[in-house]
């Protein structure tokens, strides 16, 4: 079992910025964020993700690249996303998720085992 627990979420302005903290209670291949879709179902998009298996490698959703940075501190098994510039499309709330290894398709929901409780972020404009 791996214990995930978020933090830094809050209210920023539009052009912001946040950082965002995940916790993991032991280390573990993968770690990513993921994002709640507004809508009636629970549908989650892959913010990013870091495989830490053989190597550090990043992954970043397209809407992601250029505006936040997602890192990896091994010594706390701590995950965090950096979160520049801001947009009020980005209000929702961020999930850390893991899994011993990061899935074929790092953006696949499914393939990842554990999951925190989320933070909120809120972006006004």
């Known amino acids: 079992q791996v214990k995930l627990v978020e933090s830094g979420g809050g209210s920023a302005q539009a052009g912001g910025s946040l950082r965002l903290s995940c916790s993991a209670s032991?280390?573990?291949?993968?770690?990513?964020?993921?994002?709640?879709?507004?809508g009636p179902w629970d549908e989650r998009e892959a913010v990013a993700a870091i495989s830490s298996t053989g190597g550090?490698?990043?992954y970043y959703a397209d809407f992601a690249k250029g505006r936040f940075t997602v890192s990896l501190d091994n010594t706390k098994n701590t995950l965090y996303l950096q979160m520049n510039s801001l947009k009020a499309e980005d209000s929702t709330m961020y999930y850390c998720?893991?899994?011993?290894?990061?899935?074929?398709?790092?953006?696949?929901?499914?393939?990842?085992?554990?999951w925190g409780q989320g933070t909120q972020v809120t972006v006004s404009s």
């Open positions: 998720a893991a899994s011993t290894f990061c899935p074929t398709n790092w953006f696949y929901r499914y393939g990842y085992e554990y």
């Open positions: 550090i490698t990043s």
């Open positions: 032991r280390s573990v291949g993968c770690l990513g964020w993921f994002r709640l879709v507004p």
